[in-house]
């Protein structure tokens, strides 16, 4: 067994890595691995676990969290033994771990012996043992499981231990001239803190010790920043006395320089050929059709207007994919604050996008620049040191506006910076540009796709046609633009086409552009015009061989985008390898990642991807590929299924192949947030399995969704993608796959009222299951059959249809069909009266749900026993059973239970006489109900109308 919660809490066996359980049980683990041999009272640990007022159960929840997590750590222990880990001392709880099995025990250990030795002098092993200790930590201890300030300062112990030691250590690293060693560790806690004083101050004396004084200025550099716009302070002496100890090793006094040293430029020296007065305007013009970028040139104009207290001149670095339109804003904003740059403006395309991938060379750059300002060719010096001098000294105390366009990176960048504070450099670069941010202290600026209304209008304003725009096809319009993706480049390119060709009609370019095989051959380049195909191309061709299958790989991804866990099952590799594959995609802005993990390409950079996959890729591994997808989807729909505690159950399918890593949500919330992230992606699945053969049963996908989406309240999107799955089921003869459909088909149905639908699709799926001896599925048809009698009031067969489901059930031994059937026995007799029988039969549910622990279905046990109660007269406790019932079904998002238990909730109320109560929980029924697709179940609405005039009534 080995612990960590110097970093995320992570358990291993062995070799293999153990859930740790949902996150309130995950929290619970890392506070007590963080005061690991010291006892936590229940009243501490329910203080530390939740944000505010803990509910009531707090101390039992705490209780079944320790039993799993004693089952966890220790599967073989008895049940009810404290086992070897995790032991109940007084009113609380001690978790003792060794250094063999917990990072923070290890750390302590070899924290110990460095003091002793450094004690003892032995400052080369105390190096060895802080060396140790620094590389347990992973990350801020606990990785975010901390909810509240006492968690989090329980936490903060930790992470004070290692930023203490680290800097202990970086002291010693520099005395023993090993300060390569602690580098690592160092920067992790500047991260971390990124406000410690002296963490950046040994940090920068490390990398001064490392000979990598530029590094160490730009880390006082970046914290002088932060501590004046967020503290408002200047570094504190610690600081500023590392910064002077990083200037010296590069200090050089005249007394120092050999005699043959160049000596610096000065304009006294220039040669006598040089004009006095040059004011270069090379700017490339102004884009006559420009339109939107009003947040972007926001942002640029308050970073010039903040260039005051600048020591060096102002950088600003824009980035983005290729087509985006970062040289046309760039130039446009370089236009519109030239007047502020009297002493000229310079423009340099760097070519770094081209097809060698080099770029201009610096000495062929700075001749250039220095030929703007004057200095002719035979007048400039030879080398590239030199040639810096002379640029810098010519732009000292001048305002200067560099244009650097296409760069490839910083090192492009560096010798091209004007030598004045008040000059400003402009920067375009399809990459992000963290070295010139590093080192140079650059601004960097994300260039993003216009929105759907600017787009359209850079499209409007390149029509020479006026008719196309005020024609009335606007349609086609907005078709062009999606189908586009907004992409200046592609824009302009079909505004020119249109424009050449006054024939070439709005709707055959959408229809173009609806070809996706074909779609990249609607925006033809040459002559000068680079296109869409070879602006990716050369961000393609820059790809390490794994970035490059990847990206051909990704073209079969889903909308709206791709997990890296379903990437790492689509590549077949390792979770790291695929990692690291995405990264380098992201920076080449070939993928962007959103706010929830997925990667997305924009839609004409999948085209290309597609148009690769295809060319590249055999037959053979397209097909493999998608079936894996499609397998990974399947196994992780399922996993989140099986934390629904689903109640419609079919045998699984076999394992996935190797190379598919199914995701696991790990608790109900994850579970729901999945399904929410997904819903899209899992549609578009069942739409690929039943297009083709692809080894996975498109109905299989489709019946691990019902339950989510009757949660959700989304029951046309139920329906929708049950019949798109039973189509192909029909269409394959799999008389089992129909049967299985069919019987979730009639819950859609049956919840639109049509309930003779319900009744035909349950009978076909009850004939397949008798005539394949499917004892369980014709319990749990029988089960169904009881709704659907009910919701027609034939309760004397509805009752009969229950009480069938449960007797076949206990034949089959199957206890979750047993459940279901005593629900709706309980629930018929309640129609029938019957309510002493319809207690009794309902209590059996609940001891069977808790013995199962299916507690998904206690909240309609709950509604359904109210009911009975309230019938009984025992008005007292069916109010309560209603308001377990809501309570229950808004911890397990089941939309519809809250929404019938509050109606009936109200109706009781109203008929004691509690017209405020009544009107409470009806406003609440029909807020949840304004949540549900189509408005909810037609029934219920026609209900909560009639519930509305009774309520109007009493006004």
Not at 134 to 142: I, T
Not at 143 to 149: E, H, R, S, T
């Given at each position: 067994m080995r612990l960590q919660v110097m970093g995320p809490l992570r358990v291993w066996r062995g070799d293999i890595e153990v859930d740790?359980?949902?996150?309130?049980?995950?929290?619970?683990?890392?506070?007590?691995?963080?005061?690991?041999?010291?006892?936590?009272?229940?009243?501490?640990?329910?203080?530390?676990?939740?944000?505010?007022?803990?509910?009531?159960?707090?101390?039992?929840?705490?209780?079944?969290?320790?039993?799993?997590?004693?089952?966890?750590?220790?599967?073989?222990?008895?049940?009810?033994?404290?086992?070897?880990?995790?032991?109940?001392?007084?009113?609380?709880?001690?978790?003792?771990?060794?250094?063999?099995?917990?990072?923070?025990?290890?750390?302590?250990?070899?924290?110990?012996?460095?003091?002793?030795?450094?004690?003892?002098?032995?400052?080369?092993?105390?190096?060895?043992?802080?060396?140790?200790?620094?590389?347990?930590?992973?990350?801020?201890?606990?990785?975010?499981?901390?909810?509240?300030?006492?968690?989090?300062?329980?936490?903060?112990?930790?992470?004070?231990?290692?930023?203490?030691?680290?800097?202990?250590?970086?002291?010693?690293?520099v005395a023993e001239g090993r300060p390569g060693e602690v580098l690592a560790p160092l920067r992790l806690a500047a991260r971390m803190f990124p406000l410690h004083e002296p963490v950046h101050a040994s940090l920068m004396a490390v990398l001064a010790g490392a000979d990598r004084q530029a590094e160490g200025l730009a880390v006082y550099q970046s914290i002088r920043e932060r501590l004046a716009d967020e503290l408002g302070v200047d570094p504190g002496r610690e600081l500023r006395e590392a910064y002077l100890r990083v200037l010296t090793p590069i200090v050089v006094t005249p007394a120092a320089v050999p005699p043959t040293a160049p000596t610096v430029l000065v304009p006294a020296e220039l040669p006598p050929t040089a004009p006095t007065v040059l004011v270069p305007a090379q700017l490339p013009p102004d884009l006559p059709l420009f339109v939107g970028r009003r947040a972007e040139l926001a942002v640029l104009d308050d970073l010039v207007a903040a260039t005051t207290n600048r020591t060096g001149p102002l950088v600003i670095a824009m980035d983005g994919m290729g087509g985006v339109g970062k040289s046309t804003l760039a130039a446009h904003f370089a236009h519109r604050v030239a007047r502020k740059f009297t002493d000229g403006q310079l423009y340099l395309d760097l070519q770094g996008h081209e097809d060698d991938g080099e770029g201009v060379p610096a000495v062929e750059a700075l001749r250039s620049l220095l030929y703007a300002l004057g200095l002719r060719g035979a007048d400039a010096p030879e080398s590239l040191e030199a040639l810096v001098g002379t640029y810098r000294s010519l732009t000292a105390g001048k305002r200067i506006l560099v244009l650097l366009d296409n760069v490839r990176d910083q090192s492009q960048v560096q010798p091209l910076l004007p030598g004045s504070a008040g000059s400003l450099v402009l920067v375009t670069s399809r990459l992000p540009q963290v070295g010139l941010a590093v080192l140079g202290g650059a601004r960097l600026i994300r260039v993003d796709l216009p929105d759907r209304q600017v787009a359209r209008k850079m499209l409007e304003r390149r029509l020479t046609h006026t008719e196309r725009v005020t024609g009335g096809d606007a349609e086609s319009l907005d078709a062009i633009v999606e189908l586009s993706g907004r992409l200046p480049l592609a824009l302009a390119i079909l505004g020119a086409r249109l424009s050449a060709r006054p024939r070439l009609s709005l709707a055959s370019v959408v229809a173009e552009l609806r070809d996706g095989a074909h779609r990249l051959a609607a925006f033809p380049g040459g002559r000068g015009v680079r296109d869409p195909r070879t602006t990716f191309a050369w961000s393609y061709r820059q790809l390490s061989?794994?970035?490059?299958?990847?990206?051909?790989?990704?073209?079969?991804?889903?909308?709206?985008?791709?997990?890296?866990?379903?990437?790492?099952?689509?590549?077949?590799?390792?979770?790291?390898?695929?990692?690291?594959?995405?990264?380098?995609?992201?920076?080449?802005?070939?993928?962007?990642?959103?706010?929830?993990?997925?990667?997305?390409?924009?839609?004409?950079?999948?085209?290309?991807?597609?148009?690769?996959?295809?060319?590249?890729?055999?037959?053979?591994?397209?097909?493999?590929?998608?079936?894996?997808?499609?397998?990974?989807?399947?196994?992780?729909?399922?996993?989140?299924?099986?934390?629904?505690?689903?109640?419609?159950?079919?045998?699984?399918?076999?394992p996935p192949p190797d190379g598919v890593i199914a995701e696991r949500q790990g608790s109900l919330d994850n579970a729901y947030g999945w399904f929410d992230r997904h819903r899209d992606v899992l549609f578009e699945a069942v739409h690929i399995a039943a297009e083709g053969d692809h080894g996975v049963a498109p109905w299989r996908l489709a019946l691990a969704m019902p339950q989510y989406l009757e949660s959700a309240g989304l029951i046309r999107d139920w329906e929708d993608v049950v019949r798109l799955a039973l189509r192909a089921a029909r269409e394959q003869g799999d008389a089992i796959g129909e049967a299985h459909l069919c019987r979730s088909l009639a819950g859609p149905r049956w919840y639109s009222g049509a309930n003779d639908d319900a009744l035909d699709l349950l009978r076909t799926a009850l004939r397949h299951y008798t005539e394949h001896g499917m004892t369980k599925e014709q319990s749990a048809v029988r089960n169904n059959l009881q709704a659907v009698y009910t919701s027609l009031g034939d309760h004397e067969v509805a009752l009969e249809h229950a009480r069938q489901a449960v007797t076949l059930s206990r034949l089959s031994g199957e206890r979750q069909t047993e459940l279901n059937g005593l629900m709706r026995i309980g629930q018929s007799l309640a129609e029938l009266k019957r309510f002493e029988e319809a207690v009794h039969a309902l209590r059996q549910a609940l001891d069977i749900c808790r013995d199962l622990d299916q507690w998904t279905e206690e909240a309609w046990i709950r509604h359904m026993l109210a009911q009975s109660l309230a019938g009984m007269g025992r008005v007292d406790e069916a109010i309560e059973e209603y308001t377990a019932a809501v309570r229950l079904g808004g911890v397990l998002a089941q939309g519809p239970t809250q929404v019938y238990s509050l109606r009936d909730l109200s109706k009781l109320l109203l008929s004691t006489g509690d017209v405020a109560g009544a009107r409470r929980a009806f406003d609440r029924a029909v807020e949840l109900m304004g949540t549900f697709q189509d408005g909810g179940p037609e029934l219920l609405r026609a209900d909560l109308g009639e519930l509305a005039e009774l309520l109007a009534r009493h006004r």
């Open positions: 740790a359980g949902p996150r309130q049980q995950r929290a619970l683990l890392a506070l007590l691995l963080a005061q690991h041999g010291r006892p936590v009272g229940l009243g501490e640990l329910v203080d530390l676990i939740w944000v505010t007022d803990p509910p009531a159960t707090a101390v039992n929840i705490i209780q079944k969290y320790i039993g799993a997590l004693r089952r966890m750590l220790e599967p073989d222990v008895a049940p009810r033994s404290s086992g070897s880990y995790l032991a109940r001392q007084g009113n609380g709880y001690r978790l003792t771990a060794g250094p063999d099995v917990l990072d923070l025990a290890a750390f302590g250990r070899f924290v110990t012996a460095a003091k002793a030795a450094a004690a003892a002098g032995r400052t080369g092993e105390a190096l060895d043992r802080y060396g140790e200790a620094l590389q347990l930590c992973q990350g801020q201890a606990g990785g975010g499981l901390a909810d509240n300030a006492a968690a989090a300062a329980v936490f903060a112990g930790i992470d004070g231990q290692f930023v203490d030691a680290a800097v202990d250590a970086a002291g010693i690293a061989p794994d970035a490059a299958r990847l990206f051909r790989l990704l073209s079969v991804a889903l909308t709206p985008g791709i997990t890296a866990e379903a990437a790492t099952s689509l590549s077949a590799w390792e979770p790291r390898r695929t990692r690291e594959a995405l990264m380098e995609l992201a920076e080449a802005a070939l993928v962007t990642e959103d706010d929830h993990g997925r990667f997305t390409s924009h839609v004409l950079v999948k085209a290309y991807a597609e148009e690769l996959f295809r060319e590249t890729e055999p037959p053979a591994e397209q097909a493999a590929a998608v079936s894996r997808l499609l397998q990974h989807y399947l196994h992780s729909v399922l996993n989140a299924q099986s934390e629904l505690k689903s109640y419609f159950r079919i045998s699984p399918p076999p």
